[in-house]
């Protein structure tokens, strides 16, 4: 139960504007209470104690994940399930565990832990970057290639690194072809661009209700 208390008018509005700022905070509040919580984050090693080096990735939860046309998998948030060759999440899985909270066998000769979960994207504070490669041009996540997060020390050189390859665009479903004429799709979450981009159109849509 939320309840709100005005005392006095803190906010200096007059009624009308006061009725107007509760009514976008509650619809702020709703659509925050909305938002569906599908990625996950974790990271997965050569070492079955998951520890040593190791490649950060996300999932998208309950969403069949397939790599290369062959490797597929599927998480709950909770569970863990993957097929090595069938390139499709069904029939006797190959690996699977009823916990993905502890280290775990997530494929041949690799061991998962999971990292963070219920996030809108694959991306959070400590790792506002992902990217991802496929073979389709809708960059669904059942046609994928490769997909890696990047962690906020490394942000700056692997954004970088993107421009100078000419990933430009983020945030969006791109097209790119190779130097040796080989076409696929890519798509970059940046976080930081995506919280700017929120912010700033937060402050327009306030400067008018108010204005």
């Given at each position: 139960?939320?309840?709100?208390?005005?005392?006095?008018?803190?906010?200096?509005?007059?009624?009308?504007?006061?009725?107007?700022?509760?009514?976008?905070?509650?619809?702020?509040?709703?659509?925050?209470?909305?938002?569906?919580?599908?990625?996950?984050?974790?990271?997965?090693?050569?070492?079955?104690?998951?520890?040593?080096?190791?490649?950060?990735?996300?999932?998208?939860?309950?969403?069949?994940?397939?790599?290369?046309?062959?490797?597929?998998?599927?998480?709950?948030?909770?569970?863990?399930?993957?097929?090595?060759?069938?390139?499709?999440?069904?029939?006797?899985?190959?690996?699977?565990?009823?916990?993905?909270?502890?280290?775990?066998?997530?494929?041949?000769?690799?061991?998962?832990?999971?990292?963070?979960?219920?996030?809108?994207?694959?991306?959070?504070?400590?790792?506002?970057?992902?990217?991802?490669?496929?073979?389709?041009?809708?960059?669904?996540?059942?046609?994928?290639?490769?997909?890696?997060?990047?962690?906020?020390?490394n942000v700056d050189s692997a954004l970088d690194d993107a421009?100078?390859?000419?990933?430009?665009?983020?945030?969006?479903?791109?097209?790119?072809?190779?130097?040796d004429g080989n076409e696929f799709h890519y798509y970059i979450?940046?976080?930081?661009?995506?919280?700017?981009?929120?912010?700033?159109?937060?402050?327009?849509?306030?400067?008018?209700?108010?204005?």
């Open positions: 139960e939320i309840i709100l208390l005005f005392p006095s008018d803190p906010t200096g509005l007059n009624p009308s504007k006061m009725q107007k700022f509760l009514t976008i905070a509650l619809l702020a509040f709703i659509a925050v209470q909305s938002v569906s919580a599908e990625w996950l984050l974790w990271e997965t090693f050569t070492d079955e104690d998951c520890e040593g080096s190791s490649i950060i990735s996300a999932a998208k939860v309950d969403d069949c994940m397939v790599y290369n046309d062959a490797f597929a998998l599927q998480t709950d948030g909770t569970s863990y399930e993957a097929w090595q060759t069938e390139g499709e999440c069904s029939g006797t899985s190959e690996y699977e565990d009823e916990d993905i909270s502890e280290c775990f066998n997530s494929g041949p000769n690799q061991w998962t832990k999971l990292i963070e979960k219920g996030l809108s994207s694959p991306t959070n504070s400590d790792y506002p970057v992902a990217y991802a490669f496929y073979s389709d041009d809708g960059c669904n996540v059942d046609h994928l290639i490769s997909m890696v997060v990047i962690s906020a020390d421009e100078t390859t000419g990933y430009t665009e983020f945030n969006s479903c791109e097209n790119f072809e190779d130097e979450w940046n976080g930081s661009a995506m919280l700017s981009a929120t912010m700033m159109t937060l402050f327009a849509f306030i400067g008018l209700i108010f204005a």
